[in-house]
């Protein structure tokens, strides 16, 4: 049987450790009403030691830590209810280049396992390349996505994974027959010892340094040895035409001219020149003739080189999502979390599914309901908790407005559904009763995706309660697409007898005298009644609610309805302006859950770092959120920053509606955490720039409105930090070396965006999540993948960002998205790969993050300093071939991060310091093909496997000319 791969802890152990030693009984959590099961659970006296250090600025005392002791009761089972991930938006031909959406779920579990036949004999002395043990997209399998809607109503494909229905997250991929646990080849030179995980690379010549327990590299060249004694050629006869070692005469060459290897060499050397005069960017291969280099990457050592300092263990992080029903019993096992944890990542950003799936997020299951006889209203979660679910789930809105979110798609809007008992109703927090401004101000809205320009003449509203007394319909000018409105002139224009006044009750308007096309139709509602149910609580009788709502034109006295009317994906797509979160007990949605805080911080995932947390802001109330911050505080369970929702650019929300949420939820925040950080917005990942349609202004800038939102409120004080996600490439068919090429280009320009757009350069910037793609592609468990992963962290620090985390922490399986049918792509955002029954494997992203995480920063909080360095070596298209990020560790090594981008050529490197000297002798840690390769397989062998998978290797020099083999990461170590 294959040797299991053992993961060493994290270098790094902040503090003394948690002490709780409780374990999770799974019995224990929800039960189907809705309630929470007292039987069971976590023991509330095995808790946190309150001597421990958590003061009012969100800030940890790093000497009282956890203890990876604690363990959970993994009995519970695997929930294959798989999830629809619908992160696809409305229509491709006019799309805004990488709109994306984050939805997160993960694959079923693979079939039970089968014996498999026994393993092939190996040969003595052999190894294999992926002898292992046991982003993250959920775990569970993806069902099919729904056939089309009928003609009258389009698809809705996918859209980017960061934002409108999106990217994928926790996608798992589904899981496969497990297959037999054969031996794949052995990478050349492999010792016969066990292939071994811990912390460093493989060392040459058997080196025991870094504590891996892999078997020593291979002693030989890997030449094939020729026997001279056997099979000589005579040197003046036989096929050899040069002058033999004994002096005898040279053989005139008959070969033709052509075949003649000097005048080849010749030819070679004219060929590159003429090259070099047509092409300035193309060098000539000069290390073949003299040994120098490509191209030199020049550190900056003077004072005025350094960029920032920063703390690694706190800064350079992962985040953990939540997963489909059952998973997390599957996925943080005790040997799960050491295999995390030893890829090095430190703090950890808590992700929230709830707010991308439009659903409202009972992170307690005891609390309090406004309406505690039904079991129903506004919820609000209680700030003590006795006994631990382990588990949180989120809640369904019954009165949803939107077709397409940004996790799941597994509801749909209601008043496009064809019942006239269910409703949509808008947000009563952006009414004037709490917003203390004008109606106008904040417009609530619905939008109506017809597929493609129909003719619309009429539209008929039928009302809830609450309706508009003023309202105006649109449509969509200048482009097709009204989702990406990228177009500098399109934007929403009046019908000619737009401006309405509502009624109430079922209401049909002509809004023009003859048909007009239109693909999209907008309704504003500008006024609303403030009529309602009497039920006692003022927010049922704020907003606006719809019951139905059908837009067409009239033809031969009959009306024509352009609306599919179903409660299903295939409705007519809509999306609204914002969604009440009143719900109820019985609208527990068990299919996805989180880890409950007290699950997380007993785990030993945080990693004894303050974790950043979400609050809802979209889909909850601000007293909700106030009771969150209000328990952490209470347990002394270490946080630094609070996220204020997640992705409202995806979900179309106006920058202005999202800015007086945000000072709502903050305002109750300060009220039991005055000095706790908040920050947000926590965009999808959007190119070339995060916007929304134009203002009366012309501005379609998301940043810029939301900080002149909080500008004119005097509000910028609780804008502490910016958050965004980034998955910069949505075409996992697409060519990667250009895509990898293009990185720190689109990267900075994005950057420099938002201080354009008024973003203050003071307020720190985090990224909250980012990988490769959001969609799953192969090229996420091959280089290209954990280039882009490593580069992201260290591009962000040389760009004075503040904190980054990395998604795919959770170990998941690689499966296939529609996304990636074209070129038949199977892969996932993760550093673990589920195989056979839930054991795991590293693959590509695991050995680059311990490269970033242990050998080019020193493992801890010591402060580094990022340095300026610069490389002169190009693509012909003037994009960098190689680029290099350096950081000044705390023990005085220089430590140099280079990355090769090209496919195909090694390059020669020379590394030289500017104000100060940096010279050899050097380590340098390599990790390129030589370590890692990636054997696709199909569907059948749950899509791939490493075929080899060592750690990167280590090698000594006294120059520091090094040698970058093809789509390769390096880290060149040096004094300086």
């Known amino acids: 049987m294959p040797q299991q791969y053992q993961y060493d802890a994290d270098p790094y152990e902040s503090g003394s450790g948690y002490q709780g030693g409780g374990q999770y009984d799974s019995r224990g959590g929800y039960d189907d009403r809705g309630g929470y099961d007292n039987r069971g659970g976590y023991d509330a006296r095995n808790g946190y030691d309150d001597r421990g250090g958590y003061d009012n600025r969100g800030q940890y005392d790093a000497r009282n830590g956890y203890d990876d002791r604690g363990q959970y009761d993994a009995r519970n089972g695997y929930d294959n209810r798989g999830g629809y991930d619908n992160r696809g938006g409305y229509d491709d031909r006019g799309r805004y280049e990488d709109y994306r959406d984050d939805g997160r779920y993960s694959p079923p579990p693979p079939p039970p396992p089968v014996t498999p036949p026994p393993p092939p004999p190996q040969p003595q002395g052999t190894t294999y390349g992926t002898t292992y043990g046991s982003p993250a997209r959920p775990v569970s399998a993806v069902p099919s996505v729904p056939s089309a809607p009928p003609a009258s109503a389009p698809p809705v494909p996918p859209r980017p994974v960061s934002g409108l229905p999106g990217p994928p997250r926790p996608v798992s991929g589904m899981p496969v027959p497990p297959r037999p646990a054969s031996a794949p080849p052995s990478p050349a030179g492999a010792g016969p010892a066990q292939v071994g995980w811990s912390a460093g690379p493989a060392k040459p010549q058997g080196s025991s340094e870094l504590g891996w327990s892999a078997g020593a590299a291979a002693t030989g060249s890997g030449m094939p040895v020729v026997d001279t004694q056997l099979g000589a050629a005579d040197p003046a006869i036989g096929p050899t035409h040069r002058r033999g070692r004994d002096g005898s005469k040279k053989i005139a060459d008959a070969r033709p001219l052509w075949q003649r290897p000097k005048l080849i060499s010749l030819a070679a050397v004219l060929v590159v020149f003429a090259l070099m005069a047509a092409d300035s960017h193309v060098r000539p291969p000069f290390q073949l003739l003299s040994g120098s280099a490509d191209g030199t990457v020049t550190v900056g050592l003077g004072q005025g080189d350094v960029i920032q300092e920063f703390q690694p263990h706190k800064q350079l992080g992962a985040g953990v999502d939540g997963l489909e029903g059952g998973e997390i019993d599957k996925v943080w096992t005790p040997n799960n979390i050491t295999a995390m944890k030893s890829a090095g990542w430190g703090s950890i950003s808590y992700r929230l599914r709830t707010e991308l799936g439009v659903k409202a997020w009972h992170w307690n299951p005891v609390g309090t309901w406004s309406n505690p006889g039904a079991k129903e209203g506004y919820w609000t979660s209680s700030d003590v908790v006795t006994k631990d679910a382990g588990v949180s789930y989120g809640y369904n809105l019954p009165r949803r407005g939107n077709t397409i979110d940004q996790a799941n798609n597994d509801a749909f809007a209601k008043m496009t559904d064809g019942d006239p008992e269910s409703f949509w109703k808008s947000n009563p927090y952006l009414d004037p009763h709490f917003t203390k401004k004008p109606s106008t101000e ?375 998205e529609k996304e990636g049918e074209k070129c038949n792509t199977y892969g996932n955002l993760m550093l673990l790969q589920f195989y056979e029954d839930f054991k795991i494997r590293p693959v590509v992203g695991y050995f680059a993050a311990q490269l970033v995480t242990r050998h080019w920063v020193k493992p801890g909080n010591e402060k580094h300093q990022v340095l300026k360095t610069e490389s002169d070596l190009k693509l012909p298209d003037g994009n960098p071939q190689v680029t290099a990020y350096t950081v000044r560790r705390p023990d005085g090594k220089v430590s140099v991060m280079l990355i090769n981008k090209d496919p195909k050529k090694t390059v020669k490197v020379k590394v030289e310091g500017r104000g100060g000297d940096l010279s050899g002798p050097i380590d340098m840690y390599q990790y390129s093909s030589d370590n890692y390769d990636w054997d696709p397989g199909d569907a059948a062998d749950n899509a791939g496997e490493p075929k080899k998978s060592v750690p990167p290797t280590k090698t000594s020099q006294q120059s520091t000319t090094v040698s970058l083999p093809p789509y390769s990461i390096s880290v060149v170590q040096a004094e300086g």
């Not at 354009?756 to 090229?779: C, N, Q, R, W």
């Open 442 to 816: 904040h417009e609530q809205w619905i939008m109506i995706g017809l597929g493609y320009a129909k003719p619309v003449q009429d539209i008929t509203i039928n009302w809830g309660d609450s309706y508009a007394t003023k309202f105006r319909v649109q449509y969509w000018s200048g482009s097709n697409d009204a989702i990406h409105p990228a177009h500098p002139t399109a934007n929403w224009k009046d019908f000619p007898v737009g401006e309405v006044t509502g009624t109430g009750g079922k209401q049909s308007v002509t809004v023009s005298d003859t048909p007009m096309d239109a693909q999209f139709v907008r309704i504003v509602l500008s006024e609303a009644s403030g009529t309602g149910p009497d039920s006692g609580d003022i927010r049922d009788r704020l907003g606006y609610s719809v019951r139905e709502l059908s837009i067409g034109y009239t033809k031969d006295g009959s009306f024509v309805d352009h609306i599919v009317h179903r409660k299903d994906q295939q409705q007519s797509p809509t999306w609204v302006s914002s969604t009440d979160p009143w719900h109820r007990a019985t609208d527990m949605d068990k299919n996805y859950e989180h880890a409950s805080f007290e699950r997380t911080y007993a785990s030993g995932l945080t990693n004894n770092e303050p974790m950043m947390i979400p609050v809802p802001v979209l889909y909850g109330i601000p007293e909700d959120a106030a009771s969150l911050v209000s328990y952490l505080k209470k347990k002394k369970f270490p946080f630094f920053q609070v996220e204020m929702g997640e992705e409202p650019d995806g979900q179309l929300a106006t920058p202005e509606d999202y800015g007086q949420l945000y000072m709502q939820v903050a305002d109750a925040i300060k009220k039991v955490a005055p000095d706790v950080q908040m920050g947000g917005p926590g965009y999808q990942t959007v190119l070339p720039d995060w916007i929304h349609w134009r203002d009366k202004s012309g501005d379609n800038s998301w940043t810029s409105r939301f900080v002149k939102y909080l500008t004119a409120n005097k509000r910028m004080d609780d804008f502490d930090f910016f958050s965004f996600e980034w998955y910069p490439f949505d075409d996992v068919c697409g060519k990667h070396n250009e895509q990898i090429a293009q990185h720190p280009k689109l990267f900075n320009d994005i950057i420099e965006k938002q201080y354009e757009h008024g973003l203050p350069k003071d307020i720190p910037m985090v990224i909250t999540e980012y990988g490769y793609s959001s969609f799953a592609g192969e090229v996420e468990v091959e280089f290209p993948g954990a280039i882009v992963n490593v580069e992201t962290a260290a591009m962000f620090l040389a760009k004075g960002g503040h904190t980054s985390y990395y998604y795919g922490l959770e170990p998941n399986w690689s499966f296939q």
